[in-house]
């Protein structure tokens, strides 16, 4: 047996490579050369990696560019740096902890305070097979900063999105997501043994069902909204993967593995591609593998998944407060209820069916 070994380790080493070479090769720049004066565009994890070089080629065609960071000191930076290389002064750092609902709110609130408009949305901050660790609200990390925290930042700033029509959503998703399952018994990973990789790929597939869901809300509004997978690229969202987590694979192999995943600059042509391409203009709920518009994993299509985790989103920000017309505009009328605060602006905020969120946790010893 030990002498299938070599070759099969060979093999699948060559594989690997010819997978990530294929990766890197089909990417290339963002082929529209649109500009964009006059356009705002408010990006999330935008201090470092992809996000950082989207708003700087943002920036660059001449957009205003809201860059939302946890980390100011590093967001105060990046701007700086932006603002030098493009020559446009108007790129600005602005706080916002997607782990936290208070600081959502907050930039949300400086946003309407400050911009007349918000063109582009891309949500582009993440974290990737962290530890079980918890946000500020008590959420599984991956799903709160990945999905949920979107998911309230998009559905606050529909207002001004809606007013700046034509305008666009922008997700980050990940191949990862083919992989992904919702577990509606335990969306938090409170009852069942944390398992990184599952609950950074539920994260994933949660965008793309959220995106798809999304669509179908803002049809006739003028909003647009897209997922992407943006490659594989070298970024420090890795640095909680087994790549870094012994001396062996930081200091040998992952050298070798750079070699071939693109770069935070192409990595970021996918977000700067649907953020300004004019052949993009009205597509929405659609799926994109780099810049080539590609069908989702199977249960991303789920309709009745995509609908059902809308409504376990909306219960889990404890955004239920009073009756509401429902405002899907492909079905018929029912009652939700929401909050006050979202359903005066947002009527698209609203859930639409009664099954309720259920934990197993106090059925279990």
Known sequence: MSKYILPVSVFGTAFGCAVLLQNYVTGGPCPSKAKIPGKTIVITGANTGIGKETARELARRGGRIIMGCRDMEKCEAAAREIRGKTLNKHVYARHIDLASIKSIKAFVQKIKEEEEHVDVLINNAGVMRCPAWKTEDGFDMQFGVNYLGHFLLTNLLLDK????????????????????????????????????RKAYSQSKLAIVLFTRELAKRLEGTGVTVNALHPGVVGTDLGRHTGMHQSQLSSTVLSPFFYLFVKSPTLGAQSSVYLAVAKELEGISGRYYDVMTEKDPAPQALDERMSERLWNASVTLLGLNGQTVSHAHPTSQSAIATVSPELTKTNPVFTTTTSEPVKSTCLDKP
């Open 161 to 196: 999105l809606k007013a700046s029509t034509p305008s666009r959503i922008i997700n980050l998703s990940s191949v990862a997501h083919v992989t992904g399952e919702v577990d509606f018994d335990d969306l938090n990973w409170d009852c069942r043994k944390f398992d990184t």
